[in-house]
């Protein structure tokens, strides 16, 4: 099992930066590829930005190119999603997510979430 547990959330307004953390523990965090989503009241969760095991691939969304930003830190068993030029449509619930570094599709174990809300 792989526990999950993110924070960083909070209220910004738009055009501000937060900066979102997912720490793991249970497993070998480095064999784990990482990711974020989101969720938006009465929407479904959309994927928001990934990262392999090593770090260096890494796919965002096209709603969140160029402001966000996924990097991981196998030391310290963590990743982060740093978030800039936030607007009101980026209001929702994020979770992080981690699948096993040879798997495909669906991830594996999730995180309860922490809530950003950007006021316009």
């Known amino acids: 099992q792989v526990q999950l547990v993110e924070s960083g959330g909070g209220l910004v307004q738009s055009g501000g930066s937060l900066r979102l953390s997912c720490a793991a523990s249970?497993?070998?965090?480095?064999?784990?590829?990482m990711a974020w989503f989101r969720q938006a009241p009465g929407k479904e969760r959309e994927f928001v930005a990934s990262?392999?095991?090593?770090?260096?691939?890494?796919r965002y969304a096209d709603s969140v190119k160029g402001r966000f930003t996924i990097s991981r830190d196998n030391a310290k068993n963590t990743v982060y999603l740093q978030m800039n030029s936030l607007k009101p449509e980026d209001t929702a619930v994020y979770s992080c997510?981690?699948?096993?570094?040879?798997?495909?599709?669906?991830?594996?174990?999730w995180g309860q979430g922490t809530q950003v809300t950007v006021s316009s």
């Open positions: 997510a981690a699948r096993y570094y040879t798997r495909d599709g669906d991830y594996d174990y």
């Open positions: 249970g497993r070998t965090f480095s064999n784990y590829a």
């Open positions: 990262i392999n095991r090593g770090g260096l691939n890494r």
